[in-house]
């Protein structure tokens, strides 16, 4: 029988496989942001908090549509089990340095994962990540805009508070389509 649904599948197992990997990278992603959240309430940054908390819900929200998708596909979806996190920051600007560089992983899995849905003539997924490679151009923009703020404000005391109530949570984030 599973020979026979395996067969059924509308996705490769290779792909499968690569999106319950995605699916473990948005988890640990969400996790990631938590902590960020965390360190940025510890530090008076709320703002930052507030972005972060809607960051992780975001993640949370990819997960579970890469997640749906692979069941709804005739897959099987794995429940991902996260691990440690990182909640030790020496500041508000590697707090968001940490975040790009998630984001950037998280792109670079994705193409992955396009390019090999283009040698398994995966049609349906490469359609469905289309979605991804959007999302994902701006969510690095979003950082590296932050991060452009260091420079353009600086980094100690009032400017640190500037560049915090400057981080907004855009209209429709935390949302997927």
Known sequence: MKDI????????VETMDL????IKMEAHASASYLAMASWCDQNAFTQSAAFFYN?????????????QFVN???????SPA???????????????????EQEIQVTKSIH????ECKKNNDYNVENFLQWFIVEQLEEEKTMRDILDMFDLIGRDGIALK?????????EGEGETE
């Open 55 to 67: 960051q992780s819900v975001e993640e949370r929200s990819h997960m579970m549509k890469i997640f």
């Open 112 to 115: 992955n994962i396009v390019n």
């Open 5 to 12: 649904a395996r067969q059924r599948m509308s996705i490769s």
């Open 82 to 100: 996260v691990g440690e996190t990182n909640h030790d920051f020496s500041s508000l600007e590697e707090v968001f340095e940490t975040a790009l």
């Open 72 to 78: 709804d596909c005739g897959g099987s979806a794995m």
């Open 162 to 170: 500037m560049i915090d109530e400057r981080v907004t949570i855009s």
């Open 19 to 22: 999106l319950n990997n995605q």
